[in-house]
Structure formats: structure tokens, C-alpha cells
């Protein structure tokens, strides 16, 4: 088993353990210490799990919602309020999300606002959620189609993270974990090294389960450090600007695929700008391992519009990047949206 802490001075900490058989031992554990618990999961999720839940949990309440990013609304996360409601749950009672980044956040936000914060207990049931949306104390909805424009900062109180999850995730999952773990290793030279010499088990689950908890550790000691991103915590967006306009405007792939396709862009531009071209070569092949091939990519005009409109854009006409320059080095760059089109078009033609 192992562990890490992080805490945010202003809200609490967050205990997570990496282990195998959460549902069976180290969940029904911590239940164990609060008057009431309430379940929260997505259909597809509770199909897979839900009878080893019940085993595991008793009688424990159970609301799920649709799966899919398209019901991250205001109106699934007030559906789980009124649930939450009706069970009778306090202060000093405990949400568990069982699922993926969706339920993650949906669920996250809903404890943050209940009596204005209970406990949450995240049970990231996705590559993706235990490596990136479980860790951090993010949590927010979509509303008047942006992405996380409503939510808040919370630590949860526990992620338990096991990686018998993996066993039922369908390749294109294992992708979309695989989007932040080379973000990461984009970000940290020795889970960079660890990538690169395993390039050819990038889908192994055995080698993924060996790498979780790394990653889990890194992002982990960077929340640690700015909880609410005002400064270094700025790192995690490597890739991001760009896979966030792409996935607004085609939204056809995954959000992990999307960062591999940003992280590969924007490690191009950086080459351009003088990063290390050797290192930002392989962090490109890495990212191809993991993508299979470069889909066709949309309009790089409407791309550029739509990335100056991202949340980590302040200026008007400018776009902001977090670029990878060199082995564990990182440059903010802002760029006019001019000069930024060009570049996604230049790139664009190059992949052709």
C-alpha cells in the first residue's frame, strides 16, 4: 500500500492510498467512522460494480446518473442534491463517488456545497481519474457550453485508488489515462525516463499499475505546493491550451487523446521557439505510442479562436501555453492569436 497527503492550508487535507480491493477492505474501513454514507456512481460504472459495492457497503444509499460528459450539468449535480436531501445526510456525513472524472466532479462539487461541506471520498474507478481528476481537489459542472465553468476547490478527504479498476477499461480509456501520464512525464525527468524505456508497454495494466502511484505522487507534491493554481500548479496545463480547443470545437475523442494531440502540437511550437528538439522528439513519439496515429484535425482557424476564449487566457486576442522546453522544464508563452493560428496551421500541413 502506499500514501500521500496533500493538504490546502485554507480548506483540509486529502489522505490517498493506492492499493488493491478498495470496495472489500479499505473503503468499508473508513465508512466505518461516519454516522451515514451516501454512494454516488454513473450507470455504466454501477453495472460493473455495483453488486460488489453492495456486498462490500450494506444497505448504503445509491444515486447514479447517465454516463457521459454530456450530463455534467447543473441539472445531474442538483438531481444528487435532492438525493443526498431525501437520505437525511449531515454535516458530519460522507459522499462516496464511485466512477470516472465525470462522477468525480460532479460529486466532488455536490459535498463541497451540501451544508456547505461534507467529506468526500473519491473511489476514481478510470486511468484518467486516478492520475489527474481525483487528485487535486478540483470539482465543477459544465454551464452555457464552457467546460468546468461552475465549481469549486475542496479537498476530498480520501482517493482510493486501485488498479483492479483497469482490468474493465476498453483501450480507448487506457488512452485517455495515458494523455496525463506523458503530460506528467513531460513535466518530471525520472517518470520521463521510466516512460521512454517502456514505450512499447505504455497499455500493459501491469506496468500502468506500477506507474499509477508515481503519478499520483507527482501531482500529488504539486497540489501540495499551490492548491489553487496561482502559480506552479500552472505546469499541469502543458498541452492543455491546445487540447482544449480542439476538444470544444471537433469533440470526437476523449479528453486524454486530445492532450496527447496538444502536448504533440505544442511541443512543436516550443521546438520553434528554441526548446530542446531531441527531447521534445521524443516526447512526440511518446505521445504518438500512445495515440496510434494522429487523427485529422479540424479548422486551426476555429481552433485559435476558441483557445483565446480558454480560462487561462486574461488578454484579449492572446492565448496563453505552458510549453514543454526542455527534460523537466516548462515555459508559460503567450502568443497572439495571429501568430498562434499560424502555428496550428503550419503543424496541421506538416501532419498531412
Same mark, same amino acid.
Given at each position: ?25 479499505a473503503l468499508p474501513a473508513l465508512l466505518a467512522g461516519y454516522r451515514q454514507a451516501f454512494l454516488f456512481s454513473d450507470e455504466r460504472v454501477w453495472e460493473l460494480y455495483g453488486a460488489r459495492a453492495r456486498k462490500a457497503l450494506g444497505t448504503i444509499g445509491v444515486h447514479t ?22 437520505? =437525511? ?8 463517488? &464511485?466512477?470516472?472524472? %465525470?462522477?468525480?466532479? #460532479? +460529486? !466532488?462539487?455536490? @459535498?463541497?456545497?451540501?451544508?456547505? =461541506? ?8 478510470? &486511468?484518467?481519474?486516478? %492520475?489527474?481528476?481525483? #487528485? +487535486? !481537489?478540483?470539482? @465543477? ?212
Open positions: 500500500m502506499k500514501g500521500f497527503v496533500i493538504s490546502d492550508k485554507s480548506v483540509q487535507k486529502s489522505r490517498i492510498v493506492c492499493r488493491k480491493g478498495v470496495l472489500g477492505k446518473m447517465p454516463s457521459g460528459e454530456e450530463h455534467k450539468t447543473p441539472e445531474t449535480l442538483f438531481s444528487l442534491l435532492a438525493a443526498m436531501a431525501a437520505a =437525511g445526510l449531515h454535516r458530519g456525513d460522507c459522499l462516496v463517488c &464511485l466512477g470516472g472524472g %465525470v462522477v468525480g466532479d #460532479v +460529486g !466532488g462539487l455536490a @459535498a463541497a456545497l451540501y451544508m456547505r =461541506g461534507i467529506d468526500c471520498i473519491q473511489v476514481p474507478t478510470t &486511468l484518467l481519474a486516478q %492520475v489527474d481528476s481525483s #487528485v +487535486g !481537489g478540483k470539482t @465543477a459542472v459544465d454551464f452555457c457550453g464552457v467546460k468546468n465553468l461552475v465549481g469549486t476547490f475542496r479537498q476530498s478527504a480520501y482517493v482510493l485508488a486501485d488498479p483492479g479498476f483497469f482490468a474493465t477499461l476498453p483501450v480507448r480509456e487506457v488512452r485517455c489515462g495515458l494523455g496525463e501520464i506523458i503530460k506528467h512525464g513531460a513535466l518530471c525527468p525520472q517518470l520521463f525516463d521510466t516512460l521512454e524505456e517502456n514505450r512499447d508497454h505504455l497499455f500493459d495494466l501491469d506496468f500502468l499499475a506500477r506507474i499509477v502511484p508515481d503519478n499520483i505522487a507527482f501531482k500529488a507534491d504539486v497540489v501540495r505546493r499551490d492548491a489553487r493554481e496561482s502559480g506552479l500548479r500552472k505546469c499541469l496545463n502543458l498541452g492543455h491550451t491546445t487540447a482544449h480547443a480542439y476538444e470544444l470545437l471537433d469533440g470526437k475523442l476523449s479528453h486524454g487523446e486530445y492532450v496527447l494531440i496538444g502536448t504533440y502540437i505544442e511541443a512543436e511550437i516550443a521546438a520553434e521557439l528554441g526548446g530542446d528538439r531531441q527531447y521534445l522528439k521524443q516526447l512526440q513519439q511518446l505521445c504518438l505510442a500512445a495515440l496510434g496515429k494522429m487523427p485529422r484535425l479540424p479548422d486551426a482557424g476555429q481552433a485559435a479562436v476558441i483557445a483565446r476564449f480558454d480560462k487561462k487566457n486574461t488578454q484579449s486576442g492572446r492565448v496563453t501555453l505552458t510549453l514543454p522546453f526542455a527534460k523537466g522544464e516548462y515555459r508559460l508563452r503567450e502568443m497572439e492569436e495571429g501568430e498562434y493560428e499560424r502555428e496550428l496551421v503550419r503543424i496541421g500541413r506538416s501532419l498531412c
